[in-house]
Each structure stands twice: as C-alpha cells, then as structure tokens.
C-alpha cells in the first residue's frame, strides 16, 4: 500500500487530514467568501437576495472562487449556507437586511410534521451544480470542501426561528421532551447525511461540519445531542464515501474537545479562537489533524501583531497534522489587505 508520505503530489489539504505533518501547512478562511469583499458585494447586489445566490450555480461558482483568486488559499469552500437543509426540508426561510436568518418555528412534534425529505435533493440541486462546476474550475492544487450544518446547530436555527441570545425555547424542547426533540434531530441526521453524499458525488474531497452553537450545552446535552449526531453522520457517510475526511467544528466546546475526534471518529477538528494551543497539540492532535484558530478579528488589526499570533499557532501545532484558518469566519469589516498578509505569511512559513 502506499503511503501517504510518498503521494506527495496530492493536494496538501488532503495530505494533512490523511495525517501527514506539513513544512508548510496548508490554509483556508471560513467564511472567506463574503461581504468584506467588493466583488462578493457587488455580486450579491445582482442576484437580488441571498438564498438566490445559494441556488444559482453560475453566481456561487463565481463568489467561490472570488477569494481565492486574491489569496490563493490552498482549499475553496463551496458557497452556500447551512440552513439550505431546512429550507429544502419545507420550512420557510428568509434572510434580512442586518438582522440575519428568519425561519417558520418549530417548535413541537406537531410543528415537525411541516416537514420531510421529500423534496430535498429537487431544492439542493442547484448546490450540487455548483460543486460540478467548481471542480471543472479550480486549480489542480485546490481542494474543494462541501459543508453543512451539524444537527443541533441547525436546530437552533429552526426552533429558536433564527438567531438566539439563550436559547430558551429549543432548551425547553430538548430538555423537556427529549423523545419528541430526538425526531428532529434523527430527520436532520438522515438529511445531512444524504445531503453530504450527494456533495461528495458530485465532486467534493472533503466536508465540514459547522457546530456553532455546540458551546452552549452542559456535558450531557453536548454528548447527546451534539457528539452522537456527529458520530451517526460520520458512520454513515463512512461508509458510503470513506475516501471523503470528514472536519467538524465544534465551536466553544472547551473542556469537551476532549475525547471529541475519538467519539466521532472525524479526520479533523476545527479549533475555536479560545482553546489553548499547547493544550490542544499535546491532548487532541494524538487523534485528529488539527484545524484553526486565529481570532478573526485579529484581521481588523493586520500587521506585525497578527503576525506575531499567527507564528504562534503555526509554531505549535505545525509539528504535527495542521491545517491554519481562523478560530470562527471572517467578520465583513476585515479589509482585505489584512487577508492578503495572512496569506503571504502562511504561505511562506516553514517547519
Ligand atoms: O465562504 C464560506 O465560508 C462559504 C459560505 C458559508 C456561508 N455561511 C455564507 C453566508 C458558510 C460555510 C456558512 C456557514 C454558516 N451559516 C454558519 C456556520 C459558520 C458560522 O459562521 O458560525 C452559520 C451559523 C450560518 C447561518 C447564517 N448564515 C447566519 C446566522 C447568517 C446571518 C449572519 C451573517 O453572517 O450574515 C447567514 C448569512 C450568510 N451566510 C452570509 C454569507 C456570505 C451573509 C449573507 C449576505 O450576503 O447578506
């Protein structure tokens, strides 16, 4: 068998997440399509709102490879957005002009009803073009990731009917009728499953799991409600497509990115900002290639400083498995030059 040491003309994405240690580890931005950028500005401008340009495939391919034609990042994330699922699961969406998603609540075993996987791969099909398209596009040393949202973030979304401060009415759901809340998170496990296979399908070499809101759980409801519907994903899509790496993102998690990476079974984890990088190096890269973790808004201050914080990551956890992004996404008032910079210095590091 070949190892993966002696493949060294594979994409170096896929070359960290099989568990190789890079001299120069391979990077890319969350969110790093978007509004800090004019031409993302300008795009959306056109396509009128944005699940619009979610689903117009000749549009995402264009915003996909926007960033990526300044910074040459060593991967493209596919442009779409988590709550697409929802959507083609039947529930009503819209984005708004500065206040973010807006969904139909559900609330309730009545309220799930609204919903099935009927129509969903007839709505995600415009998504599934995109990452044709984009593989026909891209560099040859670029890799393409697909995404999603994991179960509980995405139920955030549709209980609390978009962004929440507490939490309060999905808590209520989870804690009270767990039995009744377990429905629709096995709906959105068989639904983010289908919905990754059909991304890897289509062409993408790898797939992210966005655990947003998995900080705000006590270590129980984080195990069952976060850890387990991640593991059920990764079984599957596991065995389905095991050539595929599978990153998730269990944003705030602390002390319970402990033991993460082995109960899943994910090839890579993303680090929040916050988790402490000796830590991290010594506790969970043994299990997974580590992914991260610039505070984003280090972007808004650039220079020598931002420097200073990114040679620290790379110092510490570029001895081993390592791919450097940020600690969460890019924030819209990060200018560019900023990105550029970063750019350049992760490019030209060395081991
Ligand atoms: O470049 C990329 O990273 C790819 C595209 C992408 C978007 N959203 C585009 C987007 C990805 C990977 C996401 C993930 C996403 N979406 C997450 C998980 C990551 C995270 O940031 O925590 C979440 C929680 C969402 C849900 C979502 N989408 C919210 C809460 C909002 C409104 C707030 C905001 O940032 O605007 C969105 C909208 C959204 N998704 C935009 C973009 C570029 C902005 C829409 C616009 O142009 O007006």
Redesign the pocket.
């Known amino acids: 068998m070949m190892t993966s040491e002696s493949k060294s003309s594979e994409k170096l994405l896929l070359r960290a997440l099989r568990g190789e240690t890079l001299a120069r580890p391979p990077f890319w931005l969350?969110?790093?399509?978007?509004?800090y950028l004019p031409e993302y500005l300008e795009i959306?401008r056109q396509a009128g709102d944005?699940l619009s340009?979610c689903y117009s495939p000749e549009l995402a391919v264009e915003v996909t490879l926007q960033p990526l034609r300044r910074f040459a990042m060593d991967a493209a994330?596919?442009?779409?957005?988590?709550?697409v699922v929802p959507d083609a699961l039947g529930q009503a969406l819209s984005?708004r002009e500065g206040e973010?998603?807006v969904l139909e609540p559900v609330r309730n075993a009545a309220e799930l009803r609204r919903l099935d996987m009927a129509g969903l791969h007839e709505r995600l099909a415009p998504v599934y073009q995109t990452i044709r398209r984009l593989r026909q596009e891209l560099p040859p040393a670029t890799a393409l990731i697909g995404?999603a949202?994991a179960p509980w973030?995405v139920a955030t979304?549709m209980v609390e009917g978009g962004?929440s401060r507490d939490f309060a009415t999905i808590k209520a759901w989870a804690y009270g009728d767990p039995e009744g809340f377990g429905r629709l998170m096995a709906l959105l496990v068989d639904a983010t499953t289908e919905y990754l296979e059909a991304q890897a399908e289509a062409g993408a070499e790898v797939v992210q799991l966005?655990d947003?809101w998995a900080g705000v759980l006590p270590e129980s409801a984080f195990e069952r409600w976060c850890v387990a519907p991640v593991a059920e994903i990764v079984r599957r899509f596991g065995k389905s497509h095991p050539e595929i790496p599978v990153i998730a993102f269990p944003?705030g998690a602390g002390v319970l990115y402990g033991g993460y990476a082995e109960a899943t079974g994910v090839a890579g984890l993303g680090l929040d900002a916050t988790v402490p990088l000796g830590w991290a190096a010594r506790t969970l890269q043994p299990f997974a290639t580590l992914q991260g973790n610039l505070d984003p808004l280090m972007l808004i201050t650039g220079g020598a400083a931002m420097r200073r914080e990114i040679g620290g990551i790379l110092e510490t956890l570029g001895k081993g498995p390592f791919i450097f992004n940020l600690g969460?996404?890019i924030v819209p008032a990060t200018p560019p030059e900023h990105v550029a910079e970063l750019a350049e210095f992760v490019r030209s590091w060395r081991a």
């Open positions: 969350m969110r790093q399509a978007g509004r959306r944005f340009l994330i596919l442009f779409a957005d988590i709550l984005y973010g998603p995404f949202g973030t979304y962004s966005f947003t944003r969460h996404g």
